[in-house]
């Protein structure tokens, strides 16, 4: 990769670039102008709904969550994920550059993935360098030359994107392993049209509600050879994850069982159920445990969570583990900034979704401009995730800056830096129903079953609470907004009319014949059941009892 | 048992009954409304309405029909209406109920009635129903013996049971929602988790057929006729008979449910039909072999 130019971002004198504020136009004085016309329907939603209502649906959202137990838990502790009544609207035509831009990413990243725990080609051709990948800490060469079956590593992807501040969609992270958030996605949409129905009014809004179908598809795509009806399994380390919740959303919308590494034991290479009946095979295991903790036999012996065996199994192709053992080098983020490499090299494409400018501190000139402008950097740690280990330039003390760049020169390969990217914002109900700007993130998910890559229209948006914060990471105090993908009504026939419903010819069970007048209804009997003089009893009144 | 008592737990059994499986459908049909416009309101509402027997005059928002349904307490097929005349016949014989019963009824009939169940949204109101509608089965599972007004109230609740899950099937949300209907015809009849647990594909006969002949599940047509018969044998052998006409109704119902294997959309359609009829002759022969005999004299006016 060349050396990075100049920055995109230069402060000027008049302070940083405006954020893009997705539901106004921006006036030429800085203040919200008028509203896109996207949002029409909703802005006018929100303003017949009023803050005081707006606050008591939030009462209403609060109670609903809690009930459900739709949580994921923080230091020890379950919370609901915080979830804004106001959603977030995409358009069809904004939409389908995401949709296309992140599958054309996993196709090159699921490319790269078969070639470095293969051939290696992309290696010897020197578009990444060598130590690049076999420095990275999720490079596992017990995974090497193992082929998943129908070649899938990467069965769900959740790719992180940002809009700058024109508006335009950027590719902050990949999530190659075990991206979080899909089950909010779908309880989000249920919980708002359960509390707050009023703001659907006027859109055509796609439904979320087939991930869970699509998934298992996936994941039955991806038996061994020979299995035609493979069982399933969701792998959770238990029920002190933080995303616990989604690991048994996703088990029992799919129908299959939820397991924890106790419950499964290898033997010839083979991975069975402890069950009542004895032990019984299993054949896909959508593990939701990090590679580390997976198999003592090749990782961390002393891990409780994993089966030791499963990576013998998967290599004898007996199981097939979703996501692919290894996939973390994919995402690392010291990769990241040559995916549109990969792209160009593998797809012979250009990239539909462009990185965000990423500085490669082993460069000792980018390490230097890095250096330079430590204010105006986003600082992370390239196997980090949950936004741990980030420090923002423009918020650091003079300490801390001086600490970041002692710390990234003496350990260059584990840190890149960014120029900070002014986020895009939402409208976002605060105390007490005021709706101000608040920052957001956008994580659309996909899932590749072989043949198709299908994204999830929508997506998990994160939104930081706090006034100003860039930071949307559930761990650091994010919330998140349900996220609309509009239907395309430019298109004819953007979704098939649904066929006429059948009239089935009804019984004639007119109302009467449901219903039954237990109390007699002579108006005489009620009267004279009154009429009785009860001693004693001041209270008129007709009770028998 | 008086004939009289018998008849308030039958009817007991099947307004409870009718307003649990309204407001669970209702909710779900709203929701629907709400999330996929797809369809037309003024369709969607007249489809459900139908399915319910239930005019649609000036019925054509999502708004409107949770109101036409959620309804007054003179209107015996909505929700509050069902609550109130269950309430009724408990209020009539009140000495042969546990007290929690009757507490159980009052409450939730005090809360539609004074508007305490409501909500800002429509769902919030229909899952509070719900819940205390929960407290009602549940109360009466725990508290009655299992004697001969529990047996009627029983027979009520399952005879009502397959009416109101053959009306669900009538409205056809697989065809109206393609992609979101399956799903909710079976969170209308409690029955998502256990469905996605038969490991059967996710559309809608599928779905339907679970519903009809389903060996395991509490909601499905087959088992609510097989605990109809059981409530009915149990009548008998308690001393309450009428001859065996009420126990052949019942029992041709469950054994066309129990032979039918793999039902098609149209074998479904006349199933639910079919049951329809089945439930009124059943529900007129209860009435006509139990409570109001043949030979009784009335003194006329």
Not at chain 1, 88 to 117: H, K, P
């Amino acid at each position: 990769m060349t050396a990075v130019t100049e920055p995109g971002i230069v402060p000027t004198p008049a302070g940083p670039p405006r954020p893009y504020d997705e539901m106004y136009q921006a006036a030429p004085d800085g203040t919200p102008g008028p509203v896109r016309p996207a949002h029409d329907a909703l802005a006018r939603a929100l303003d017949g709904i009023g803050p005081d209502d707006l606050a008591e649906r939030a009462n209403l959202r609060d109670a609903y969550l809690d009930r459900q137990g739709i949580t994921f838990t923080l230091s020890g502790r379950e919370r609901p994920l915080p979830l804004d009544l106001v959603p977030r609207i995409i358009t069809a035509e904004e939409w389908r550059r995401v949709e296309s831009g992140v599958a054309q990413r996993i196709r090159a990243l699921e490319a790269f993935l078969a070639d470095i725990y293969g051939p290696g080609e992309v290696l010897a051709d020197g578009i990444v360098p060598r130590r690049l990948v076999t420095s990275s800490t999720h490079f596992h060469r017990d995974a090497w030359g193992i082929a998943p079956p129908n070649g899938v590593r990467i069965h769900i992807a959740g790719i992180d994107l940002i809009r700058d501040e024109r508006g335009e969609f950027l590719v902050l992270e990949d999530n190659l392993r075990n991206p979080s958030g899909v089950s909010y996605v779908l309880e989000n949409r249920r919980t708002l049209a359960h509390v707050i129905p009023e703001v659907f009014g006027g859109h055509r809004v796609r439904p979320v509600d087939a991930y869970p179908e699509r998934l298992l598809e996936a994941l039955q795509a991806a038996a061994p050879a020979g299995i035609d009806d493979p069982t399933i399994a969701v792998l959770t380390p238990g029920v002190h994850n933080a995303a616990h919740y989604e690991h048994a959303f996703l088990a029992r919308r799919m129908g299959v069982e939820l397991v924890e590494g106790r419950d499964l034991f290898c033997r010839d290479d083979q991975v069975w159920l402890r069950t009542t009946n004895g032990p019984q095979p299993v054949h896909v295991i959508y593990r939701r445990i990090d590679d580390e903790f997976l198999d003592p036999v090749h990782f961390r012996p002393d891990s409780l969570l994993g089966v030791p065996g499963l990576l013998n199994a998967a290599r004898a192709g007996r199981v097939t583990i979703a996501n692919a053992v290894g996939n973390g080098v994919a995402d690392d983020k010291a990769v990241y900034p040559y995916v549109p490499d990969l792209i160009a090299y593998y797809l012979d494409e250009a990239p539909i979704l462009p990185n965000v400018t990423t500085y490669n501190l082993q460069d000792p000139d980018q390490l230097a401009h890095v250096l330079d402008r430590l204010d105006r950097m986003v600082i992370k740690p390239t196997d980090g995730s949950g936004g741990y280990g980030l420090i923002i330039g423009s918020r650091a003390t003079e300490i801390e800056l001086a600490a970041a760049a002692k710390r990234i020169t003496a350990d260059p390969r584990n840190w890149i830096a960014q120029p900070i990217v002014t986020f895009s914002t939402c409208p976002t109900a605060v105390d007490g129903g005021r709706l101000v700007p608040r920052h957001v993130d956008l994580r659309p998910f996909a899932v590749n079953d072989g043949e198709h890559i299908f994204v999830l229209p929508g997506g998990l948006t994160r939104v930081a609470l706090p006034e100003g914060s860039l930071v949307v990471n559930s761990s650091q105090g994010g919330g998140s907004k349900d996220t609309w993908v509009l239907e395309d009504d430019a298109l004819p026939g953007g979704r098939p009319v649904p066929a006429p419903v059948p009239r089935v010819e009804r019984v004639s069970a007119s109302v009467v014949a449901r219903a039954h007048a237990p109390v007699p209804l002579d108006e005489r009997l009620r009267q004279q059941e009154g009429q009785q003089q009860q001693q004693g009893d001041p209270a008129e009144g007709s009770s028998r009892c | 048992m008086l004939s009289r008592i018998a008849e308030s737990f039958f009817w007991i059994g099947r307004y409870v009954e009718r307003a649990e499986a309204t407001a669970r459908l209702l909710a779900e049909h709203h929701q629907l409304l709400v999330e996929d416009r797809t369809v037309n309101e003024d369709v969607a509402c007249a489809v459900l309405l139908d399915a319910l027997s239930m005019p649609h005059v000036d019925v054509n928002t999502g708004t409107a029909l949770v109101r036409a349904l959620v309804g007054g307490p003179t209107e015996p097929a909505t929700i509050t209406g069902s609550v109130t005349a269950a309430r009724e016949n408990a209020r009539a014989i009140r000495d042969a109920l546990s007290g929690d019963v009757f507490e159980a009824l009052n409450a939730t009939h005090l809360a539609l009635t004074r508007g305490t169940a409501f909500a800002a949204s429509p769902g919030v109101a229909l899952y509070r129903v719900l819940d205390r509608l929960l407290v009602v089965h549940g109360v009466i599972e725990w508290t009655m013996s299992r004697d001969e007004g529990y047996l009627f109230l029983a027979l009520g609740r399952s005879l009502e049971r397959i009416d109101m899950t053959a009306r669900m099937l009538c409205v056809r949300h697989d065809q109206l929602w393609p992609q979101s209907g399956p799903v909710a015809t079976l969170r209308a009849a409690g029955a998502l988790s256990a469905f996605l647990r038969t490991r059967n594909p996710l559309q809608g006969n599928a779905v339907r057929a679970f519903l009809v002949v389903d060996g395991t599940f509490p909601r499905s047509m087959r088992v609510a006729a097989h605990d109809a018969e059981e409530a009915v044998r149990g009548l008998e052998r308690a001393g309450s008979t009428d001859g065996g006409d009420l126990l052949r109704e019942v029992g041709m119902l469950r054994s066309l449910l129990e032979y039918t294997v793999d039902p098609g959309p149209a074998e479904i359609d006349g199933l639910a039909e079919h049951a329809q009829v089945a439930i009124e002759r059943a529900s007129d022969v209860v009435s006509s072999g139990f409570f109001r005999q043949a030979g009784t004299i009335v003194w006329s006016h």
